[in-house]
């Protein structure tokens, strides 16, 4: 069974930075795509950000230029990067893996059968 355990989260005013880091239990990033989601308050879960094996990475519209994806992850871990935070952003931020390896740019919640429990981000005026 696949563990997805999230860290990093926290409290930061509006225009910070944090670094969300993303560990599984196994390698299954080694052949398995890692993706990022945020559900706010109210809100649906929503796709942030994905990237593959090979280090292709695709983001939403709505985050591209602000965050990213280090390309030089350990096989095990995925580190979400985000800059210049803003309010709306708040969410609960959960990683994500398919349980099949495929180059397709997955964004959708049902594309995605691993899942961590998430780490809160909270960003204030």
């Known amino acids: 069974q696949v563990q997805l355990v999230e860290s990093g989260g926290g409290l930061v005013q509006a225009g910070g930075s944090l670094r969300l880091s993303c560990a599984a239990s196994g390698r299954i990033f080694s052949t398995h795509r890692a993706a990022w989601f945020r559900q706010a308050p109210g809100k649906e879960r929503e796709f942030v950000a994905a990237?593959?094996?090979?280090?292709?990475?695709n983001y939403t519209d709505s985050v591209k230029g602000r965050f990213a994806i280090p390309t030089d992850n350990a096989k095990n871990t995925v580190v979400l990067q985000m800059y210049s935070l803003k309010p709306e952003k708040t969410a609960v931020y959960s990683c994500?893996?398919?349980?099949?390896?495929?180059?397709?740019?997955?964004?959708?919640?049902?594309?995605?059968?691993?899942w961590g429990g998430g780490t809160q981000v909270t960003v204030s005026l």
């Open positions: 994500a893996a398919p349980n099949r390896a495929t180059w397709l740019p997955i964004t959708g919640r049902s594309d995605y059968q691993y």
């Open positions: 990237i593959t094996p090979s280090g292709s990475t």
